[in-house]
């Protein structure tokens, strides 16, 4: 039973930066209908951008999470520009091949900028053990299910009482009737951009103290973050937070209880199930809007 | 009404003999090349069946690619049988496959389906990566050379070297082209037209829709099993890596590039994406960001394809 809540503790660390991810995922498909496959870079990047901030710049904790948001926020720009500017009002095929070549570019500039070798985060917060009964883990991990819930909860309160929020979630309704009643597209789509990116930005930059870090990570998180969306339902922030921690949560089982092989593997096989069941997804409503 | 014909001919006969001739002329690193261009020809051209003609975007070619050269790799290993008999089993193998996801997967429209064969895709390639026991995990399968061709009892010619390879990819590669230039013209082929332009209105005049898209999927993998499993002997071995989510991305985007739905497009989509980045000098280190740069100026810029483009130039004639 011990081990058990271990375990649980394990996949909710995990999952919180698959819910990060996937929820930024799924504001700018269900927003702007765009599938961006580099959405996993914006996580490489981030979690490249913290690591530079604490080992050259040795910048406090707080200060790096900065830099981290401002960075993946400039970035996410930069990938409306490419990806939705010249892109809307085609299918979303257009969207994932153009994104796909995003996704080699910002992979191979990394290589090439970076290099290849897998680098670790040790900050002054993974010397910090903490204890909560029989569950132990270091402060740097703690931090990823808190960051979550933090930011989690400032999106929705944006969403919900801003203008901004409004705007955005009047487009997600309905993007012709949106713009004839004033919301400035171009805005909503950069701002939505902006915040996807810094969330994986931030996910990436917390989970650089528990997994290595290097150009090709965004590979494996991106996919990842495509099952969560699915599972959760398309353009589904609550759903696409529940279905990361479930994710995690499962993940972190089925290792400990069957086979550390098939971890990577149980999120696709549960989402070919999920969607010959239910084609809109665990917590889905209709999505399709054709 | 004549004269475009004999042209067309005389280039179509023109371009064959440069094809074949071309491993006189090129180094063996030009040969290679021109080689892994076939083989995403043979790719391109099979996807355009279910993704350009029957207009369901599937990104698991890679997969499906990949059990076909992990077919001929085991079967080589386990069983010891030889290019020949691996290359039908790959065919099929590959195909029932296409069928196990088609069933499923074609229920869905648009991104879900397009996502569905991603998971399908990831899950192929985790299960070559994991399983070690029957794909060798990360080490892969050593896969022999295919060599000796014999026809009643003499030798014709033995396929070991570089340029073997290439003339069977040549010939295979036109094969791959005559069948489904026989296909689209085919009434198989208006049925995949017509559920890609309308599948509501083509199931309401009585066509079969699952049929039609079931059969363009499985034809599809069933051509990509056959590449796959001339490319594990190219290549001397299978490693999961050859067959990730990257290759399908890419497969689908030289289909894009070229111009899907297209005889052509698929064929100059896949030459050209290969074969670009290759020749721009010294600079190997940057073919991947190339690439990609190339990608994604191609579908903002020519989001029909070239030969979309080309058409549209000329009237708006389909």
């Known amino acids: 039973m011990d081990l ?40 490489m990047l981030g979690a490249y951008a913290g690591l530079t901030a604490i080992t050259v710049f040795h910048v406090p904790l707080p200060v790096a999470v900065a830099a981290v948001i401002v960075v993946s926020a400039l970035l996410g720009w930069g990938a409306e520009v490419i990806l939705h500017g010249p892109l809307k009002n085609r299918d979303a095929t257009s969207s994932i091949i153009s994104s796909f070549g995003l996704a080699v570019v910002l992979q191979n500039a990394a290589l090439i900028w970076i290099g290849p070798e897998p680098q670790l985060l040790q900050t002054s917060l993974s010397a910090i053990p903490v204890e909560i009964g029989p ?48 919301v400035r597209i171009k805005r909503v789509a950069i701002v939505t951009f902006m915040v996807a990116a810094a969330l994986a930005g931030v996910a990436g930059f917390l989970m650089s103290s528990v997994y290595m870090v290097h150009p090709l990570i965004g590979n494996m998180i991106v996919l990842k973050a495509f099952t969560v969306v699915i599972l959760g339902g398309m353009g589904q922030i609550g759903g696409a937070a529940a279905a990361g921690i479930l994710l995690g949560i499962t993940e ?37 809007r054709s | 009404m ?61 997969a499906f690619y990949g059990i076909g050269a992990y077919t001929t790799a085991i079967m080589g290993r386990d069983l010891g049988t030889g290019f020949w008999i691996n290359l039908p089993a790959g065919i099929v193998v590959a195909g029932l496959f296409g069928l196990l996801l088609g069933i499923p997967a074609l229920r869905l429209k648009g991104h879900f389906l397009a996502i569905v064969t991603i998971a399908f895709q990831s899950i192929v390639y985790l299960t070559l990566t994991q399983w070690v026991s029957v794909t060798g995990g990360q080490n892969g399968i050593a896969v022999p050379h295919i060599g000796a ?37 085919s009434r198989i082929g208006r049925e995949w037209i017509a559920v890609r332009d309308d599948e509501t209105l083509a199931g309401a005049v009585g066509l079969d829709t699952m049929r039609a898209k079931l059969l363009a999927f499985v034809i599809s993998a069933a051509m990509a099993g056959a590449a796959g499993v001339l490319s594990a002997h190219v290549m001397q071995g299978v490693t999961p890596d050859d067959f990730t989510i990257w290759i399908s991305c890419s497969v689908v985007a030289m289909m894009v590039v070229g111009g899907r739905g297209t005889f052509v497009g698929p ?31 191609a579908i903002t810029l020519v989001p029909e394809g070239i030969v979309g483009r080309v058409r549209q130039r000329r009237g708006g004639a389909r």
């Not at chain 1, 930066?17 to 269900?30: C, E, K, N, R, W």
């Not at chain 1, 969403?159 to 012709?176: D, I, K």
């Not at chain 2, 003499?154 to 026989?182: D, K, N, P, Q």
């Not at chain 2, 896949?270 to 190339?294: D, N, S």
């Open chain 2, 267 to 297: 064929v100059l989509g896949a030459l050209l994406l290969t074969l670009l980045p290759e020749f721009l000098g010294g600079l190997a280190q940057y073919k991947m960001l190339i690439f990609g740069v190339l990608l994604v100026l």
């Open chain 2, 2 to 62: 004549k004269q475009p014909v004999i042209a067309f001919s005389v280039g179509a006969v023109a371009l064959v003999v440069l094809l074949v001739a071309a491993p006189f002329a090129a180094g063996g690193y030009e040969t290679n090349v021109l080689l892994q261009a076939l083989l995403y020809t043979m790719l391109t051209v099979s996807l355009n069946l279910v993704a350009g003609y029957a207009g369901q975007f599937s990104f698991s070619h890679g």
């Open chain 1, 135 to 182: 569950v132990f883990m270091p402060l740097q991990r703690l931090m990823l299910p808190i960051a979550t819930a933090v930011l989690l909860v400032a999106l929705h309160l944006v969403l919900r009482y801003t203008w901004t929020g409004r705007s955005l979630r009047a487009m997600a309704q309905h993007g012709t009737v949106a713009r004839l009643c004033g």
């Open chain 1, 252 to 288: 972190s089982m089925t290792s400990a209880y069957l086979d550390n092989g098939l971890r990577d593997i149980v999120g696709f096989v549960i989402v070919i199930v999920v969607l010959l069941v239910r084609p809109n997804g665990l917590f889905g409503r209709k999505a399709d």
């Open chain 2, 149 to 185: 061709v014999g026809f009643g009892g003499h030798t014709l010619l033995g396929i070991t070297t570089l340029r073997g390879y290439y003339w069977l990819a040549l010939v295979m590669t036109a094969i791959v082209l005559f069948v489904s230039w026989r296909l689209v013209r």
């Open chain 1, 4 to 43: 058990f809540l271990q375990y649980l503790a394990n996949g909710i660390v995990v999952g919180s930066s698959y819910a990060l991810v996937a929820v930024g995922l799924t504001l700018v498909f269900g927003i702007l209908g765009v599938v961006n496959f580099a959405h996993g870079e914006f996580y």
